[in-house]
């Protein structure tokens, strides 16, 4: 069955510091990969999704990630952190006809992101 | 830009209530979903429409019915409400074929069941 891990419930790091949020799936073919955020008491927002072609993505804030097959990773990565990344992460994965349905995703439990001054 | 619209942020009901969560896109998307999100426990799977008038069971539908009338309209229905049903309900609706599953979420609905 399709599964989606992010070990880290929570990290903290320092504005201008980098940051790796990490990701792992279980799926057995190619699958479709995804980044989302949400901020306090918000929707979910689309980072950066992966289907296929080149491995390291670019998405929206400066967000990238890097699909690792070998691995079975999408780890999500930020140069610098601004004090406005601080929100929680959502990586998900999706396939077009898992059991039968179209679009569904399942998603990891979440990273939750402090950004100390 | 694609617009999913919970018309209802914060409800607070009592025990065996009725509840009607809606939700509203505006960018004539087949795909509707409705997930429940907990602390520690991520997003969840209640129920999905591809269709006006079809449905199909997530992976938690059970106390939760579902109704598709109109194709920008898809509402949650608690039949009558528990406290473990308090949550965040968020909806997302998506187009078919290759975007299926990028989703766009509303911005959601916390439901506290007292």
């Known amino acids: 069955a399709q599964s989606v891990t992010q070990p880290d419930i929570h990290i903290t790091v320092s504005e201008g510091a980098s940051l790796e949020l990490r990701c792992n799936y279980s799926y057995g073919a190619t699958p479709y990969l995804f980044w989302y955020v949400q901020s306090p008491g918000q929707g979910l927002q689309l980072l950066l999704k992966y289907f296929s072609g080149d491995t390291l993505v670019q998405g929206i804030k400066g967000f990238e990630a890097e699909f690792k097959r070998s691995q079975s990773s999408f780890n999500l990565r930020k140069p610098s952190v601004h004090w406005s990344d601080a929100a929680e992460y959502f990586c998900?994965?999706?396939?077009?006809?898992?059991?039968?349905?179209?679009?569904?995703?399942?998603f990891g439990k979440g990273t939750k992101l402090s950004v100390k001054p | 830009d694609v617009k999913v619209t919970q018309s209802s942020r914060y409800l607070v009901k009592r025990t065996g209530e009725k509840v009607f969560l809606e939700c509203v896109q505006d960018?004539?998307?087949?795909?509707m979903f409705w997930y429940r999100q907990d602390p520690g426990l991520g997003l969840r799977l209640i129920y999905f429409s591809y269709d006006v008038k079809m449905k199909e069971k997530g992976d938690i539908p059970e106390g939760y019915s579902v109704s598709r009338e109109k194709k920008e309209r898809f509402s949650l229905i608690l039949e009558s409400a528990s406290t473990n049903q308090t949550s965040m309900y968020l909806c997302?609706?998506?187009?078919?074929?290759?975007?299926?599953?990028?989703?766009?979420f509303g911005a959601g609905s916390r439901l506290t069941v007292l």
């Open positions: 997302a609706s998506s187009e078919t074929g290759a975007g299926a599953n990028v989703l766009t």
């Open positions: 998900a994965v999706g396939a077009l006809n898992y059991g039968g349905s179209q679009g569904n995703l399942i």
């Open positions: 960018m004539d998307h087949e795909n």
